[in-house]
């Protein structure tokens, strides 16, 4: 049995992150779980306006459950195994998502 969990937004969401360099809105591509912790892919709206094909960045992602309406909290994924686990199971995602996407 799998100890993740997809959920896609039922519709386009974005999230604005302010770096260094400015703002940047990203599309909300999905949440997820790997064990017990929760993590977030966002994709750079910015790349597709430049016509350049972007990356996908991926945060720890949380919510606070006592407050639904509170902004949920992102945050930089320092551990190098840890974030080898988050984008394994984001890569495992994408290809759930052409296995269903298939045709054939």
Not at 24 to 45: N, Q, R, S
Not at 74 to 80: Q, T
Request: charged residues 40%.
């Amino acid at each position: 049995m799998s100890d993740k969990k997809w959920e896609e937004p039922s519709e386009e969401m974005t999230v604005d992150l302010d770096l260094e360099d400015g703002i940047v809105t990203c599309e909300v591509v999905t949440i997820f779980t790997v064990g017990d912790k929760d993590y977030i892919a966002l994709y750079p709206i910015q790349d597709e306006k430049d016509g350049q094909s972007g990356e996908v960045w991926i945060y720890g992602y949380s919510e606070n459950p006592d407050d639904p309406d509170e902004e949920p909290e992102l945050r930089y994924i320092d551990d190098e195994e840890e974030y080898e686990a988050a984008a394994d199971a984001f890569d495992e995602y994408l290809d759930d998502l052409e296995f269903e996407e298939d045709p054939s």
